[in-house]
């Protein structure tokens, strides 16, 4: 069930049942000479898509994320951590006026890890020093698509030491299933791109010239992505409905 | 050409001939008994979507837009005008440096509409307090979907008097024709709902208890959301062109 | 009825029949060669004055709006949206504070339309997104001094199509006949001034290099100025006690 | 010279000679039984004005101050702070881009004192921390309207212990002076109100039942009020020049 | 009693019996050839530790303060003031939670002065400006090391007119008694320091090229230094005492 | 050498040979029955200042950290994430005015970890968006005090399974080495706290009721500290200059 292809009255039967919401959340940047730029965003977007077909809840896409980093390539975008927090805030504040106590975050990019818990924290404070009772406690949790046990054991059988950290075949897979129109090649030098840390973006793009970092994203394949997509969003599934039932 | 389905490459190749980019910019918020969630940010998603098939660059869609007078119909949400500014100032920010100067924000809300010229005073605002010259200067264009001469004129000899201002027959049939598996049907009373003004959420839900302003989505057909689809799409388009060669 | 002119027992006294307060809203910007600079806070100072005399209560002038387009001519000041917003809402809580509840911002900057508007929807918010029952429901309502039916016809037949749409005829006129040792004149060439669309401050003088847009302020009398603006008094007295009987 | 009442081409040349301006800068708030609201922002604009014959440029007037602790007294209006300073820096930066460089702040609020000085240490601090050149370096000044020598003296000759901190005889006067329809009497018991420190409104009003803090208000005149107003702006008029001839 | 020698249940103790708190508040800046970078803030910590001994409770030391006019200085540091009254606003709130209603704010840096009684009037217009009843209102005190009777004139006795305003000698020997192994030597020249004002720290560099400011803090010893923090101390813990019982 | 302790010239000196600085950065909460409320804090400026005997530079202690979570404990303080973020930016901004480049962060508080990195992505981004160069880039790097190979083996050797995640015996430890004369003792039952996740402050509580989690602090000397405090700072030391070296 989604959000966007819902009536009010809908959300509002669902509510009687259920107060969890899974939400997307991606960026959209650089994913090398053969990533999508939406890949981030598209992963959640895609397997929180299959999660729904359960019946859950999935919210819109929080599309742009945290990746300074990735400003030195064209397409990338970012919001200011601040403006990014600010924005969590607001998105839970509309949906709990509605009745909603938990907040699954589906992620699509390692660099919004901080910032969520981040934004987690500023939720939750507007709660912790209010002396008052005023306000219904909510739960929060991030869940990076990736990281069911049997999803990311498959990402290393397929790809092992080429899977990476940016750019990695397994979401450039995964884009692939789902816009088998959309599959881009380009030549790949190294194959295995570099691996290391960065600072701002003009120190991540003299580090990772053609925006990857650590994998062959040429090994990915729309069979692969199809797998690895309906394998977490199993796992995304059974994760939710563990959540929704937290007291 | 959507930034979400192409490569940093792709774009660079993009803003050698164009430095103009389309933002679906809606929201997310209740459309009374049979009209989606999600219709302001579909719409012009759909849209620009159609436009983009021409070769414009069409950035991910900004989907949650200042919705505070629906709060009190479950699913619906809203940024802050501040937190809609800084989001946009950030979108901006990100996209200016790679080199795009013009900005055209394709809207599918009504309410929407002051604060994206509030976001575009903000934007300008520090360019034209800056006595150096370090920011280059850019252009921002808001052009709402129904806007365009034929489209608008289509909608009104469609359904005349029953297109009303929120839920109405023309958005949700747009919808309708992109999303045909999630047609709703409900019972609409009166057929045509009442019209006026609002303040805030109560205000609001008391005035029009099931969400509709004035409009009678009852005969929204996907055959007349096709037309006017591919209607508002051309003249985006033509729109889009001229506004990209302006100086 | 002027607050700046009254104490706080007649404040206190006023609020026992009416909770309905006029707040003249404008800005400080050039306004062509013969234009005062404060024109647009003068204009609905005046004629909220004018209003004033009826009994209702005037607040003091909010005069610095969102004119960074002005910002290439000297004495022209802005506010940031995004400060304009944030004093909206101080004025909003101190006034409602006292139990006002209805605020009727009498607007003389065309610039500032968006930003009010995008502060209602940020004052609004405060209580849309309110889960509890702690605040007490306010309205907002923008009028521009120009807008009342008859003001507006007068304005067209007496200037026509030299009208225009920055540094106008008629609101010289009405500074004119309120500051009548401060009339000036100056050569002005092209008589009427070009028209079009504008950005941030060097795109606006570059196209409007004496600051005017549209108009022919030369054609401005203090005589005019008296008659708009005893007109626009009457229609704005008459309005304003629709709104403040409004529930 | 006043900005409001001046054309674009008038600052221009007055910039030739001087990059000094006069911001009159006050509060709306409860000036007791007998006391105007406007009293604190009217002082430094009637003061302003009279040194504004002598050629000095004036700024509209700042005119919501820093007044918290008078929110428990109907009509009283604040900025919180943060807002406070926010519009400074909105004020200054404009005022800045036309080329002025010392900002003369004549002050009529002694709660503004602080926030003010706070708003300079954030001005000059976007300068100090400023590792490169690009601005320009801009000089502030605060001058409350009484601090004058023979002002003050004057004041203590007039009204002695009777004085006091808030409702002065002193403040009243000036306005009297300027504003003679709008004199106002009513019982003040005890004739001089109680004195001492106080936290917030409702602190305050605890305290203080009629508003006035040590004064005794009923003994100002209009008389008194011209002869302070016109020495005041004397020793303003002095001041300001050595200030704008600071380097 | 140190806050951060302390555990959660001896302060739940102290809090049956008093709901005062003490906060040390000083800044990080150079403090001329011979003064400790630290030392605005090392002298309230100083002589707040001192009046711990008594058994009031200490925060932990609010360590950065407003310094932009040092910034030319390597070595300081400074908040913005906005930041400064939002890091404010967070400890109060923090305190506030737990019952703490008295903030006695013992400072060690005139440059902060201002902002922390803007600080203070933020966090009193939470509540001026709360028309429920939700929060406790509470009370904030600013008291300066040095403003003792007995203090103030001892530093005019021991250093008469070489005292000053910044790097006195007396700061310099508060920190020397503390900080024995940390004294330092320095030619000074001239041997006091020029005196005046200053805006943005190009400024202050040009007027005071060495940091001083009407000082000789040459004469400063570690004996003179253990004399006035306990003299200082022994008059904080008095009139803490006394804040502590204000209703 | 520590910033406190140090005059402005000895920074000038230092900068021509380092670039770096080590901040130590904690938090002030509960820890539990015998652990103190500085924990976080102290530990990092215990272990930084055994560091900074090396020679390195170590700026004063950033010691209120996120801990919304601690607020139902009497004592403990928390920043709202966007404080803390404002906070990190002004530090960064006030010391990359002088010349620093390099910034060690050396974190006490698991819960800062978040908001750090989230600090470090503001900070880069304000360069990353920034079109012109006119920015000096910087590198900033997180570290535990605790992370070190050796210092974490010897934590696991020493305590083992008692040594758990909030109110550790190591973290106990090294405060009682520091500061022996606040050795606190408490009976704590269970021995070893119960383990878990956790949202707002009510949560917390209810969840951990003397505030350990999955600790036996009671297990703490003062002579593991010492042992800890000195290899921590080894480690420490030693990744200080690796990372000073960094390009």
Redesign the interface.
């Known amino acids: 069930m989604?959000?966007?292809?819902?009536?009010?009255?809908?959300?509002?039967t669902y509510?009687q049942t259920s107060k969890a919401i899974l939400i997307p959340i991606g960026s959209?940047e650089?994913?090398?000479?053969?990533?999508?730029?939406?890949t981030d965003?598209?992963c959640p977007e895609i397997i929180g898509g299959l999660a729904a077909e359960s019946g859950l809840l999935m919210?819109?896409?929080f599309?742009?994320g945290?990746a300074?980093?990735h400003?030195?390539?064209?397409?990338?975008?970012?919001?200011?951590?601040?403006?990014f927090?600010?924005?969590m805030?607001?998105?839970v504040?509309?949906?709990?006026?509605?009745?909603f106590t938990h907040f699954y975050w589906l992620n699509g990019h390692g660099?919004n890890?901080?910032?969520?818990?981040?934004?987690?924290?500023?939720i939750?404070?507007s709660?912790?020093?209010d002396?008052?009772n005023?306000?219904?406690?909510?739960?929060?949790k991030l869940r990076n698509w990736w990281q069911g046990k049997e999803t990311y054991e498959k990402c290393k059988a397929l790809y092992g030491k080429a899977h990476g950290a940016h750019a990695t075949p397994s979401e450039v897979a995964v884009t692939q299933f789902a816009?088998p129109d959309?599959i881009?090649t380009?030549p790949l030098s190294p194959e295995i791109a570099p691996s290391g840390g960065y600072?701002?973006?003009?120190?991540y793009r003299a580090r990772f010239p053609d925006?990857r970092i650590g994998s062959n994203p040429a090994l990915a394949t729309p069979e692969d992505g199809e797998l690895l997509a309906k394998l977490a969003a199993k796992e995304v599934t059974a994760d939710f409905e563990r959540f929704a039932a937290e007291q």
């Open positions: 989604r959000l966007h292809l819902s009536t009010w009255q809908e959300v509002e509510l959209t650089q994913h090398g000479p053969n990533g999508l730029i939406g965003a598209l919210a819109p896409t599309n742009i945290v300074q980093h400003m030195e390539f064209p397409g990338s975008m970012t919001l200011r951590p601040s403006t927090i600010a924005t805030v607001d998105w504040d509309s949906l709990a006026k509605h009745g660099g890890i901080a910032t969520i818990n981040a934004g987690f924290a500023e939750y404070a709660r912790s020093l002396t008052g005023g306000r219904t406690p909510i739960r929060c816009y959309h881009k380009a600072t701002d973006a003009r120190d925006g």
